[in-house]
C-alpha cells in the first residue's frame, strides 16, 4: 500500500529525506517520522529516528529527550543506548555516557537470555541463523569502537 496513511510509507519517506540531509529535508523527515509515530506510536525505530535527526541538527537536549522515550518504549533497543551515550558525550557527560556502553554488553545479554528462556519454554529450539549472529557482532563491534575512541580521549 502506498497511501499516506500507512505507516511503512511515512517511514520509507522519511528516511529518503534523512539520507538527503539537507535542513529542508531534515525538518521534512521529521514531519515523517512524526506523523509515522501517529500512525504506530509504539514503533521505536521512528522515535530513535526523531532522535537522531534532533542530534545531526546539534540540538542534542531534545535529541537525549527524544531517545530516552524510545528508550522507555523498547528498553532492550540497543541502538538507542548508543544514542543516549552518544548524546551525554556531547554534553560533556563523558563518564556518563562511557558508562551506558559499558553497560549496554551486559544488559545486551541479559536481555537475550531471557528471551531465549521464553522460547524454550515454548519448545522451540533458539539457535540463531547467521543473519541474527552476524548482527549481534556488529552491535558490540559499534559499542566497542565508540568505547575505544572515548576511553583514549580521557586519559
Same mark, same amino acid.
Do not use: C
Given at each position: 500500500?502506498? $497511501?499516506?496513511?500507512? #505507516?511503512?510509507?511515512?517511514? &520509507?519517506?522519511? !528516511? ?5 540531509? $539537507?535542513?529542508? =529535508? ?14 504506530? %506510536?509504539?514503533?521505536?525505530?521512528? =522515535? ?26 523498547? %528498553? ?5 543506548? /548508543?544514542?543516549?551515550?552518544? &548524546? ?9 555516557? *562511557?558508562?551506558? /556502553? ?15 528462556? #521464553? *522460547?524454550? =519454554?515454548?519448545?522451540? %529450539?533458539?539457535? %540463531? ?9 556488529? =552491535?558490540?563491534?559499534?559499542? !566497542?569502537?565508540? /568505547? ?8
Amino acid at each position: 500500500d502506498q $497511501s499516506p496513511n500507512q #505507516v511503512y510509507y511515512r517511514e &520509507s519517506l522519511a !528516511r529518503a529525506l534523512e539520507a538527503r540531509g $539537507s535542513h529542508l =529535508d531534515l525538518h521534512l523527515a521529521m514531519v515523517q517520522y512524526r506523523a509515522a509515530l501517529d500512525l504506530a %506510536p509504539f514503533r521505536v525505530t521512528n =522515535d530513535l529516528a526523531l532522535g537522531r535527526i534532533l542530534y545531526r541538527m546539534k540540538d542534542y537536549p531534545r535529541a537525549l529527550e527524544q531517545f530516552e522515550e524510545a528508550r522507555r518504549i523498547e %528498553p532492550h533497543y540497543w541502538e538507542t543506548d /548508543l544514542w543516549i551515550a552518544r &548524546s551525554y558525550y556531547v554534553l560533556g557527560k563523558t563518564h556518563r555516557a *562511557i558508562f551506558i /556502553l559499558q553497560q549496554l554488553p551486559i544488559r545486551r545479554e541479559a536481555f537475550f537470555t531471557y528471551r531465549n528462556r #521464553v *522460547i524454550q =519454554d515454548l519448545f522451540t %529450539p533458539f539457535n %540463531p541463523a547467521p543473519y541474527d549472529q552476524a548482527i549481534l557482532s556488529y =552491535d558490540f563491534s559499534v559499542i !566497542r569502537a565508540q /568505547l575505544d575512541a572515548w576511553e583514549h580521549q580521557i586519559e
